[in-house]
């Protein structure tokens, strides 16, 4: 993969991480609210997990007040993944976006690497082929 097509890569991971960001919509779902969303689910008469009733409203009340797809509030609501969930959103909420000259940075630092590995391997080609 050469320089350009890297920066093209990285760029397009850069604008769909902005894009996520700037698209949630409501609170930054935190560890203790989608323990409270558990625990509010576990007092619910019970039903099997099916999301009817009660239990319908509170996954749609946790879904658009954190911004969190049907799933993940399911999963929330019973007990399922709440780290992994939480910490997906707080990494988007968190992100650092490197500016346009650190990538440019890193990529010419990744090249030079490159250029170094292959004059390496050239010259262990030419020794081979001189024993």
Known sequence: MDGSSKKSEIEK???????????????????????????????????????IGERRELRIECQERFGLTEGEAINILNGYNMRDIVQVYENIRDLKLPNEKDVELYLELMQQKDDGNEAKEEKEDDEDDEV
């Open 13 to 51: 991971k850069i604008i769909a991480l902005k894009e996520k960001r700037s698209k949630h919509k409501g609170d930054w779902i935190t560890y203790e609210d989608a323990k409270e969303y558990r625990d509010r689910a576990e007092k619910l008469p019970y039903n099997g997990f099916q999301d």
